[in-house]
């Protein structure tokens, strides 16, 4: 899964996704083979899991292993090249599969089979609109452990893209996975409104009771990025909720991530005094204004910081979420922009007020290094809940990107994703168990708050 789809919000998202897709994965040759039949986890001769899904193009995969080892899978003359992590580099993992029907794989000389799950597709109602979805259980008769998927902002098939489908029950835990409203298979516009998302994310986890029925045990929502904010707020809403795991999220507003990435990509550039923010805080303040009103309001006041501002050094090095691109950009070019990304974000939700009452157990686990939902607010937010007693463990891997994803920075300073932090995936599979995190050392993770 490419880490663009975690974004939160669709101005700046929308534009750099397309570019990147295409400068990040190499044309494919003329009538590549659909490689789809391959998806799935298969068991090893050393009785290790590794999981393989399917990712941009249909004739492209990504193996994955539960210590966050990943790489993307590419057809060349007859072979697979294996690149790292998400990066075009060549790993030298050697990876073959046999006829779709057998089932079969090598990896790095460990034969292996795929493994059988308990998987029933079906078609159920969200919030007026018919939602796609799917539950994969491992084989057997007991209640097991479930999650149920919540999209981040991505805008394609969950059914068809989420990893954790093949993973998860290999380790033990069932995973229902939706497409969420305007994608895959399911009917409706695509959508950031996070009040109608929650309201489907409700009725995916009354899905999968039904579909369960007793194998169904501990139930409860697994949000990465904008799923942080629908998650919760999903649990608010679902009695039968048991628990709530947020990856990479945000305590804290829609509008207060653009401004928080202002705020790093300017001290990346090297403009990090303390005027200079306050200048770049009026500019956001603003871009927040225009954006949460569809471009009705702020404009005068945007011309006029820039009357102030655009000759100072720091003024062409504006980015974040969308800020960038309405400073540095005409009212004309900004908004031809807004109208083909109308998603009815929900720029005025508050998080906090569900925090604050919700009392279905939390695990909140975030990238220290997180340079698309910079995390420093949040964590003083989940550190102060859950002094307050309130029932969110948190958890921070301190050099972690957006994703909990390891990094290296190229010739140009860009990073390049290697890999998911190790501890990462088995932190998630243990609290889902039984709510506990109680093998630790996770990596490098460190606890915030929250009971051991």
């Not at 080892?69 to 992590?85: E, F, H, N, Q, Y």
């Not at 964590?379 to 809940?385: C, F, H, N, S, T």
Request: charged share 25%.
């Amino acid at each position: 899964m490419n880490t663009s789809v975690l974004r939160t919000t669709a101005l700046l998202t929308a534009l750099l996704a397309s570019a990147a897709a295409v400068a990040a994965e190499p044309a494919a040759a003329a009538k590549a083979p659909d490689a789809r039949c391959h998806a799935g986890a298969y068991r090893l001769d050393d009785d290790s899991v590794v999981s393989v899904g399917t990712i941009d193009k249909p004739e492209q995969l990504r193996w994955r292993l539960i210590d966050g080892r990943t790489g993307k899978l590419t057809p060349k003359d007859g072979a697979w090249v294996s690149t790292r992590g998400w990066s075009d580099r060549s790993d030298g993992v050697r990876v073959s599969f046999g006829a779709c029907d057998e089932g079969r794989i090598q990896y790095e000389g460990h034969a292996g089979k795929k493994i059988k799950f308990d998987i029933v597709d079906t078609k159920f109602e969200g919030k007026g609109v018919s939602l796609r979805g799917r539950l994969v259980l491992p084989q057997g008769s007991g209640p097991v452990p479930v999650i149920v998927m919540v999209h981040g902002s991505e805008n394609y098939s969950g059914v068809d893209s989420y990893y954790q489908q093949h993973l998860f029950p290999a380790e033990g835990v069932g995973v229902f996975v939706y497409d969420k409203r305007g994608t895959g298979g399911s009917s409706g516009k695509y959508s950031q409104n996070f009040h109608d998302l929650s309201d489907d994310a409700s009725a995916a986890l009354r899905e999968a009771q039904r579909l369960g029925g007793a194998r169904i045990g501990r139930i409860g929502f697994h949000g990465g990025s904008q799923g942080g904010w629908v998650a919760p707020l999903a649990a608010s809403k679902t009695p039968q909720a048991q628990f709530v795991f947020v990856g990479f999220g945000l305590a804290d507003s829609v509008l207060a991530e653009d401004r928080d990435q202002v705020v790093l990509d300017l001290r990346a550039a090297g403009f990090g005094d303390a005027q200079t923010l306050r200048k770049a805080r009026e500019v956001s303040d603003v871009t927040g204004l225009i954006a949460s009103t569809n471009g009705k309001r702020g404009w005068e006041a945007l011309d006029a910081l820039r009357e102030k501002y655009q000759g100072e050094p720091w003024w062409k090095s504006l980015k974040g979420e969308y800020s960038g691109l309405i400073a540095l950009h005409t009212r004309e070019e900004s908004m031809a922009e807004m109208a083909k990304y109308d998603y009815e974000v929900s720029w005025d939700y508050d998080p906090m007020p569900v925090l604050k009452t919700l009392n279905t157990p939390q695990l909140w686990v975030l990238g220290g290094d997180d340079v698309e939902a910079p995390p420093q607010e949040t964590q003083k937010r989940l550190i102060a809940l859950g002094q307050a007693g309130r029932p969110i463990t948190s958890v921070v891997f301190p050099q972690a990107d957006h994703g909990i994803l390891e990094f290296e920075k190229d010739a140009k300073g860009e990073r390049q994703h290697t890999r998911t932090a190790d501890g990462y995936v088995r932190m998630q599979l243990d609290w889902v168990k039984d709510g506990t995190l109680k093998h630790w050392p996770y990596g490098t993770a460190k606890r915030l708050a929250g009971p051991k």
